[in-house]
Each structure stands twice: as structure tokens, then as C-alpha cells.
């Protein structure tokens, strides 16, 4: 099915820009170009992935940026350069709809924690780190597993006091939303013994039950991560340079950091990297939904700054002017729920996480007027709302507040993003196919957390999880995403293959009715990730007038097992004509 069947089951305002908006993806590629090219591909499969069933074409050209040709090789212009694929495949840049190249690019910083049998290797880890750690620092880890380690547990305050008792320490599970601290780190974030939980979160505490332990949860966490001292300078600057080397190494030409904010310093590095032009692809940026308004002020100040000639801009060959400098502020991010274990459903779990008693449905992060106002807020307007949530419940309260918003203003081409919406009912997919919301489904949790899922949450409920087959069934856009470094690598690829094999880490197949083709998984991370941030009409498809965003594989994806669709090989990355990431070892 195509986008057309998605018009028809929205409202009749969003008829006009829906249908503007797809009509490429269903008519005839342009044919012949008298334009001279910079550049010629052929020997290969060019996958243009412009249509419900593969298509390939046997020559494509750019020049100035943009794809001037798409057909037979026979009628392909002239070009400067000529590229013999040599049989590797063409296929537009994967796009990034929901991850943390910011976040990232400062993990790459810190100690690497995935892996880790048990503490004590944690805590050699951590000190390692600590004597890489410049002064005025925190030593910092991410992405260990308390499930996975020796004693099922997190480190204690005592374990990471160890560590050091003078320099703050944290550290930060593989999701993201769990973390611990050293009584250095609590120090310096102001929290003490009498220190209240937020709402959302909560600090672990001793047998008194006041006494810090270490262990934080959700906002908690978030409320003394945002104390770590700011990165600056060459600091800064490794952080972005580090972080787009590494989305371009995968493939993509553009990438998102859906949670600036997470850090104090995120605003800044981001605006470092516009006045150095630092980025060689573009990226999309959402605010924390508690530095909206600093976020959006410098915005302002940014484009202000552009305007009058105070920050060089580099040329732009879509002429977006949403984009300075390869950034685009293009949404706000709310967390309603939190992940495997706090997951907010209108049923309990089958089988409570460790530490939960009672009956147990995980809880939810933000109250309905939070959420309700920036409906209010900006329903109306380009700034996109994304909304983390990975049970039903929180999708009922963001499907509630979109219901409010329409019955006040009417309905808008929005395209709200329910991020991960990991379980979804059949009711809440028809509601999100009628107000034009998008899931970008974290695939990758499938391998990594699809057997937990089936033990917490029943296997029902864990076998609809990522249910993209369900989208592709009701003809509705569904895009997959990484969330790195919640996954270790921001690879699209794996992204893909889970979401064709949907197999765990015990080498289960779960749910397999959600399997979805390997050509629908490349929809996924192609055309409707171009749909889902409203850059369809320059990205997303190898058509005459896009952008020259391309990814060359060594392999097809549509013609390898299945089960190999992970281990392909990125050969090249160009954005906008220029190669961003090659792997010279795949060159002839």
C-alpha cells in the first residue's frame, strides 16, 4: 500500500499537503536530462526506492548536488566522473528519525561500559577512565547492564566512592534512563538525604530509607546529569566531529539528537557547531521538554545572527531554510513513559522487575496538563512533537492530548512522533492513522531486550511489540530508529534486519506476524524517515530533483539472507554529492 491509503485515512485538511507531499513516490521517474553531470553511477543496483515494490534504474546522475538523472543507461548524460558500482548497491542516505549523535559524540569520551560481566570489571573500567579524565571533570561510563552482570544488580555509592571520593562519578545503564552515583556527584548536583524524589524519577536509598544509595531512576538521573560540566573547546568541537563521522559511517546523510538538554551544555555545542560548520550531514534537533523556551530563544538568536552576516553560512543546495549550517530545530521531546521495566500500561506486568510489588503497570513521567499545553502550544505550528513512550498507557495520553488539540484547532499536517511506541492496540494504530502520527519503533531492542520484554510484560504484549507489520497491513508510514547510544552502534542496518527477523538474544523468533519484507524495512529508514521529518520533496528517494544523499553497500539487502541484512558493509556515504565516509578497505 501507498501514502495514498495514509491520506485517505486522515482528515480532509491534510488531504492537500499529504498528497503533495507523496505524489513522487508513485509516479514515473524522469528519464533523460540535458545537463552535463559531475557524476555518473552505474554497474549496480540503484534501489530508488521510489514506490510500494523495488525499482531500479541503470544509470544515476548528479550534478550541483542534486539528481538529475534516474533511468536507463542508454539516455544517461554526460559526466565529469563516471563510478562503476563493480555490482554493489545504490540505495538514497539512510535517515536518523530518532537518536543522540550529541549524546554520543560525548560517550565516545567517556568509559565504555557495555559488556561488563559484574563490578568489579565495572569499577577497573571506571578508574581507567578517571585517569584519562582532564581536572574539572567527572569521570563518567555508559552502558552497562545490571541484568547482565555477575550480581543483577547497580553499583552502590560505597562501590563508586572507590572510584574517587573527590571527583564526581556517574554512571549510565544501556537505556539510558538508569544510572548511579558517587557522593561526589550528589554533592555537586545538590542532592542530599532530605533531597525529595521528582516526579518521574526516584533516588534508591538505604535500609533508613533516607540515606542515598547510589541508584537513581528516570528523572532522577536526568536531575544530576545536567550538572556535569560543560564541554568546550576542542572538547566540543570532538563531540559533534566525532559524532557525524560515526552516523556517516553508517550510512547516513542525515542525523537527530531527539533530547538536547539531557546535558547543560547541549545548546552549546550545538551552537559551536554552527559557528564553525562543523557538520559535514545534516541534523535535526529536538529540545528536552523542560529547555523548550531557551532552546527555541536561540533559535532565534541563531537566525538572527545568520541574517546579519555575524554567523558565515555555508551554501545550501535544497535552499532549506530551515537548516543553518547543517542544524534544523525541528522539535520538542517528552518522555511519558520509561523503558523495559517502567514502562507505563493500563495492565500490570506479567512478572514484576526486580525491586516492584504489588500490582505493577510502571508509571508515567509528565502529567496530562504538561503534555495538553504544548499541544496548545504548537499543534499549529512547524515545531514537531516527539513523544517517547513504550506502554499503552502513554500512548493513550498522547493520543488523548492530539484529541484535544484537533477538536480545538482543527487537524494540521503535524506528524506527531510516537517514539519506540514499542506496544501498541489495534485501537491506538487506527487512531494514530487517522491524526497523522508516525512510530519510529527501536528494532534493535528486539535483540537486546525482546526476551526481557516477553518475561515483564507477557508474551502477548511482547510479541506485538514493534509492530510494524500491523502499519504495513493499514498502509500507514512506520520508520525504524537506533535511539544511540541506548544501542551501542547507531547502525540502520541492524535496525533493519531486526525488523525482518524480529530474533532475540536467545535466538528466538518473536512475534513473528510483525516481521516485516527487507524492502519495507528500507522504507522504514529511507522514504517514510524523510516523511516523518518533512523533508520528503528532498529526501528519501533516488528522484530527479532530491538531494545527491546516497549510501553505496557492498551487498543488496533484498537479495542476501535475511539474517545477513546486519553484516553488510557501508562501502560509501555522499551528502549532497560529496563523499562524507568511505571504507578504504572496500575499495579496489
Not at 567527572?138 to 555509592?157: A, D, H, L, N, Q
Not at 549510501?551 to 539487502?557: C, K, S, Y
Request: proline residues 6%.
Amino acid at each position: 500500500m501507498s501514502f495514498y491509503r495514509f491520506a485517505i485515512l486522515i482528515p480532509a485538511a491534510l488531504l492537500t499537503a499529504c498528497a503533495a507531499s507523496t505524489a513522487p513516490l508513485s509516479r514515473a521517474l524522469p528519464v533523460a536530462s540535458a545537463q552535463s553531470a559531475d557524476t555518473l553511477y552505474v554497474d549496480g543496483d540503484i534501489l530508488t526506492m521510489a514506490g510500494n515494490d523495488p525499482a531500479y534504474v541503470g544509470a544515476l546522475a548528479v550534478a550541483d548536488g542534486r539528481i538529475i538523472y534516474a533511468g536507463p543507461r542508454a539516455s544517461a548524460p554526460a559526466a565529469t566522473k563516471t563510478v562503476d558500482l563493480g555490482g554493489k548497491t545504490l540505495l538514497p542516505g539512510f535517515i536518523d528519525t530518532h537518536g543522540h549523535m550529541v549524546y554520543f559524540g560525548k560517550n565516545m569520551i567517556d568509559a565504555d561500559l557495555f559488556g561488563t560481566p559484574d563490578i568489579p570489571d565495572l569499577i577497573a573500567r571506571m578508574k581507567a577512565q578517571a585517569a584519562l579524565t582532564p581536572p574539572g571533570a567527572w569521570i563518567v561510563g555508559f552502558g552497562y547492564s545490571s541484568s547482565k552482570m555477575k550480581e543483577g544488580r547497580t553499583p552502590t555509592v560505597e562501590e563508586l566512592d572507590s572510584i574517587s571520593t573527590t571527583v564526581p562519578v556517574m554512571i549510565v545503564n544501556d537505556s539510558g534512563h538508569l544510572g548511579a552515583a558517587n557522593s561526589a556527584a550528589f554533592a555537586a548536583a545538590g542532592v542530599t538525604a532530605e533531597s525529595a524524589n521528582p516526579a518521574g524519577g526516584s533516588f534508591a536509598r538505604k535500609a533508613d530509607g533516607k540515606a542515598l544509595a547510589g541508584p537513581m531512576e528516570e528523572t532522577a538521573l536526568n536531575l544530576v546529569r545536567a550538572k556535569r560540566p560543560a564541554f568546550t573547546g576542542k572538547m566540543a568541537d570532538d563531540v559533534i566531529t566525532g559524532g557525524a563521522r560515526m552516523w556517516a559511517s553508517m550510512g547516513q546523510t542525515t542525523a537527530q539528537d531527539c533530547g538536547i538538554g539531557l546535558g547543560d551544555d547541549d545548546i552549546a555545542i550545538v551552537r559551536n557547531a554552527i559557528n564553525k560548520n562543523l557538520l559535514p550531514i545534516d541534523l535535526y534537533v529536538c529540545a528536552k521538554d523542560s529547555i523548550i523556551d531557551p532552546m527555541l530563544a536561540q533559535a532565534n538568536e541563531v537566525r538572527a545572527d545568520a541574517t546579519a552576516g555575524r554567523v558565515k553560512l555555508a551554501a545550501r543546495t535544497d535552499g532549506d531554510r530551515r537548516y543553518i549550517n547543517r542544524v534544523r530545530m525541528g522539535g520538542i521531546k517528552f518522555w511519558l513513559d520509561g523503558s523495559l521495566d517502567t514502562a507505563w500500561f493500563t495492565q500490570p506486568y506479567a512478572n514484576n522487575p526486580p525491586g516492584k510489588t504489588g500490582s505493577y503497570s510502571g508509571y508515567r513521567q509528565i502529567e496530562d496538563a504538561t503534555l495538553d499545553a504544548a499541544f496548545d502550544r504548537f499543534w499549529t505550528t512547524d515545531i514537531q512533537i516527539n513523544m517517547h513512550m513504550n506502554g499503552d498507557a502513554a500512548a493513550d495520553q498522547a493520543l488523548r492530548a492530539i484529541e484535544l488539540a484537533v477538536k480545538k484547532y482543527g487537524m494540521r499536517d503535524h506528524r506527531p512522533v510516537f517514539i519506540h511506541a514499542t506496544y501498541l492496540r489495534p485501537d491506538q494504530i487506527e487512531k494514530m492513522g487517522r491524526y497523522g502520527a508516525v512510530p519510529t519503533f527501536l528494532t534493535a531492542s528486539i535483540a537486546k531486550g525482546g526476551d526481557i520484554a516477553e518475561r515483564f510484560w507477557g508474551p502477548e504484549r511482547a510479541a506485538a511489540a514493534a509492530g510494524a507489520n500491523s502499519f504495513v497491513k493499514a498502509g500507514l508510514p512506520f520508520t525504524f530508529s537506533h535511539d544511540a547510544p541506548v544501542s551501542p552502534s547507531p547502525s540502520i542496518l541492524q535496525l533493519v534486519d531486526a525488523g525482518v527477523n524480529r530474533i532475540t538474544a536467545s535466538g528466538r523468533v518473536i512475534g513473528p506476524g510483525e516481521r516485516v519484507s527487507a524492502y519495507d524495512g528500507l522504507r522504514a529508514v529511507t522514504v517514510y524517515g524523510a516523511f516523518q521529518i518533512k523533508e520528503e520533496k528532498t529526501k528519501g528517494t533516488l528522484e530527479v530533483g532530491k538531494l545527491a544523499d546516497l549510501v553505496i553497500l557492498g551487498a543488496n539487502p533484498l537479495k542476501v539472507t535475511p539474517t545477513t541484512i546486519k553484516s553488510i558493509k557501508v562501502i560509501e556515504t555522499i551528502k549532497e554529492g560529496v563523499t562524507v565516509y568511505r571504507d578504504d578497505a572496500a575499495q579496489p
